[in-house]
Each structure stands twice: as C-alpha cells, then as structure tokens.
C-alpha cells in the first residue's frame, strides 16, 4: 500500500512556472510507476505525465510535451512535474497516482491516488 499527498499548486500568471512535488509513504515506492494526471472543472480526469519505476522512461500528452517535465528521486520517495510556460488551460486539480507495473496514461490502471492540489493560470 502506498499513499501520496501531492503539494506546490497554486496561482501564477500565464507564462510562468511551478514545480508540484508528490510524496509517497511506504517502502516500496521504487517498485511504482508514477503519473500526473488533472481535472478541470466539468471535465474528466485526463493524463498529463508518467514515469517508470526507474525514472528511464517518461510520457507526456501532448498539450503538455516541452512545457512539463516529469521526474522522481526514489530516494526521497518523491515524484515531481515542473510545469513550464503555462497556460490557463493548463487551470485544473492535479493529482499523482501510482500503479504496480509500467508507467501508463489510462486512469483506470493506476491503483494509487492524492487528493489532489490546485493550479490556477491566470490570463
């Protein structure tokens, strides 16, 4: 079992940055693949970012390639995703998650859920 808190959302003005850290509980962290995943108002969970249990793999959608970097330091028991040049449609709760295997972009593959912070782009 694993349980994660996610922190660092907040307001900034579009074409600026934040850098969400994810901290997991548990020993098996290095055993978990990691995603980022947000939702906007009125819309569904979609993906934004995964990574391996390694960190040697990584996958992006694509409203987010170039701007967004996904990363973990399994010694600190810590996904991060620095977001880059945001916009306020990048405006959402977002949320890491964990799974048992690969790294995936699907929501319903991922076992393990925070509960979320706030990002707010203002325009």
């Known amino acids: 079992q694993v349980q994660l808190a996610e922190s660092g959302g907040g307001l900034v003005q579009a074409g600026g940055s934040l850098r969400l850290s994810c901290a997991a509980s548990g020993r098996t962290f290095s055993r978990y693949a990691m995603g980022w995943f947000r939702q906007a108002p009125g819309k569904e969970r979609e993906f934004v970012a995964a990574i391996s249990w390694s960190g040697g793999t990584t996958y992006y959608a694509d409203s987010v390639k170039g701007r967004f970097t996904i990363s973990r330091d399994n010694a600190k028991n810590t996904v991060y995703l620095q977001m880059n040049s945001l916009k306020p449609e990048d405006t959402a709760v977002y949320y890491c998650?964990?799974?048992?295997?690969?790294?995936?972009?699907?929501?319903?593959?991922?076992?393990?859920w925070g509960q979320g912070t706030q990002v707010t782009v203002s325009s």
């Open positions: 998650a964990a799974r048992s295997g690969t790294a995936s972009g699907r929501v319903v593959e991922y076992d393990h």
